[in-house]
């Protein structure tokens, strides 16, 4: 990977591969095709690229976003049922400034995306998660926990999930789930955020049918994003949403005020689709980023002592790796960097504090430095163990 | 002006001169400064323009931003007190978002920009007008607000204002009244949020200081945007803060999740800005929005009967016109779109409904179709005035 050190939002030290960030190797980026579409859609669309832009976004964009999901995902899909978001962070915020009152209950995976709490902090809910298994988030606790919100008064009214290649966990809710995840929302009135950031990077078949896609008119919010297959920099995603949540969240006061929140960014994004070079571009990524998955898998196969558990993802950026009985993660990290590897411990992803496995991000580093860190995370899992014996 | 009409945020109709929208020409966009600043962030700086940047935005935009503060308005600052934003509609909902709880009276003027009305009604807050007068925010009206929150229990977080060249009003805030105004902030530990937006385009000498240049440490968040100098699409602006205040601001879960809101767009500003070429562009803009207000005044002055009365501001886009007594601008409006010309009516921005007032924005157009405007305003309240007679 290339880097500019002191200007990005994550510094890599010399000396460590840090399989910490869930980010996409710079070298990777769309450059190419980004630089041809900023010049066409400055050249062509003139003045009008950047004056203030529709409130839902350009509507090329829109259009193309639309046209992908009805040939890919087999949902018909129109532009008016898409609306731009400045990637999910942004649209986060937005779903929840918007849709969640003071006191909410909001449900969260455990583990789950740990920036994603960051966001909530900012809001005055309170945040309870449930358990996931390799299916996915546990229905059972589910139901659980909105039976104790009722009795509590409270009211539980967005569920942030992850279902397709978790983030950190790697894991796919299971075709059954998604279907009684909705049940269950439509009943409860809970609406569904569901985070769909890496449905492009599937390495095996097709990514599972996205919960918006099977929700017909339940209350599902889907947040899809370009940060993962072109650019994170470019802050370009979109929202799609049952017809009065996309309602609501158009009618957000920002989006009255500025236009689109990524209007620019968005009107390239828009160019570069419909010239029809992204799906050569997200082809290479599947084949580079199911090479680095393979390499990391195999090399923890050999390396790492018995006791260490982990899957195969399916696609996404992560392996999600259990350690042995009574390691904990970040008490492992400091040997671990001692031994030139890094990761993220899973206690950051866990709302319970559970820090027995630990999140291995293969998207930055090529397949060589991929098999070193595995050697040096194995070493460092011995020697600590040993420390410990 | 040119627009691409089905794509924008307003549509413009044939045969009406629209005076309604606060929005830059088009044709006066910086196209030709941002495809170069583009291209040469593209080809400089490769992938580091397009992966997640830093939580603050990026350096360069940073260091230009603090040193155009530090030689034109007499601060010294330097990068670190500058939160690259996307815009002050996003930089708003952000302050809204990081630094009030639900309940927290916020105090806007009135009248003041009605769409950042829109963003407030999105959080959990109770709004509350402060009157204005021809030296801005009463000053006397706001302490006799902020004594009643206190009885009422309630706890008065923010101030809204825009102090220079005021949306809808024009008017700047005195000299006197900023210094009383900081004072009056620190007491109530009342946090002042300053919509700088308009301060670049001055066109009688130096525009007034700003609250956060004046403010040392008083708790200012001041909003700086491109949007109205450079492009509005590009949505790129900026946060100054008293320090306490900016660290809150840049731990927003959304920066730390995404990094900056507007990293790509801001990566161009930022070369842009470095390349020199903004204090030329602004200059033009000065003197064709000066020429502008000139036409709209004098044509005003020529056309309106008795009994109207307004101010020529001293920057920003818009004249503040206050009919006859008697007649109401809401119901004046079908008869001046009869007459060809439309304007936004008093009361959209005042929240007390008052309606004897209307906002003209001379920004949009040239300053012949500016002069024919107010001939058919002249002659739109004219027929109004003899309707009622």
């Known amino acids: 990977m290339t880097g500019a050190p002191s200007d990005t939002q994550n510094t890599l030290r010399e000396g460590i591969i840090e399989l910490t960030f869930g980010e996409p190797d710079p070298a990777l980026l769309a450059l190419g095709l980004v630089r041809r579409a900023a010049v066409a859609v400055l050249d ?57 009152a003071p006191g909410d209950v909001v449900l969260v995976e455990s583990p789950t995306y740990n920036l994603a709490l960051g966001i909530m902090r900012d809001h ?91 929700g017909g008119d339940a209350p599902v919010v889907r947040l899809g994003s370009f940060s993962k297959t072109l650019a994170p920099g470019l802050r370009v995603g979109w929202i799609n949403a049952s017809a009065g949540l996309l309602e609501r969240l158009a009618a957000a006061g920002v989006l009255e005020s500025g236009g689109c929140v990524s209007q620019f960014a968005a009107s390239i994004v828009g160019r570069l689709l419909a010239a029809g070079d992204y799906d050569h571009h997200v082809a290479k990524l599947r084949r580079t980023y199911a090479s680095r ?14 006791g260490c558990g982990f899957a195969v993802p399916a696609g996404g950026f992560f392996i999600w790796l259990t350690l042995p009985p009574g390691l904990l993660a970040t008490e492992l990290l400091p040997t671990a960097e001692a031994h030139g590897v890094a990761f993220a411990p899973g206690a950051r992803f866990c709302s319970d504090g559970d820090d ?34």
Chains 1, 2 share one sequence.
């Open 44 to 100: 062509d669309a003139g003045p009008a690229a950047l004056a203030y832009g529709s409130l839902a976004g350009p509507r090329t964009l829109r259009e193309e976003i639309a046209r992908r999901i009805a040939a890919r995902e087999g949902r018909a899909c129109t532009a008016a049922e898409v609306l731009v978001s400045a990637g999910n962070s942004q649209a986060l915020g937005q779903v929840l400034t918007v849709l969640t």
């Open 124 to 214: 005055p809910v309170t945040v309870v998660g449930i358990p996931l298994d390799e299916e996915g988030l546990r229905l059972g606790a589910l139901r659980a926990v909105l039976a104790e919100s009722r009795t509590a008064g409270k009211r539980a009214r967005l569920l942030y999930t992850i279902p397709t290649f978790h983030n950190p966990s790697g894991v796919c809710l299971s075709a059954e789930r998604r279907r009684d995840l909705l049940a269950i929302a439509a009943e409860h009135d809970l609406v569904v955020v569901e985070d769909d950031v890496y449905r492009e990077l599937v390495y095996e078949g097709q990514a599972p049918s996205s919960l918006w896609t099977l």
């Open 356 to 389: 027995r496995s630990l999140r291995l991000a293969f998207s930055l580093y090529d397949e060589a430095a991929l098999s070193e860190s595995a050697r040096r995370l194995g070493a460092a899992v011995t020697a600590a163990l040993a420390g410990r014996a």
């Open 293 to 306: 998955r393979d390499a990391l898998s195999a090399a923890l196969r050999q390396h790492l002592p018995a």
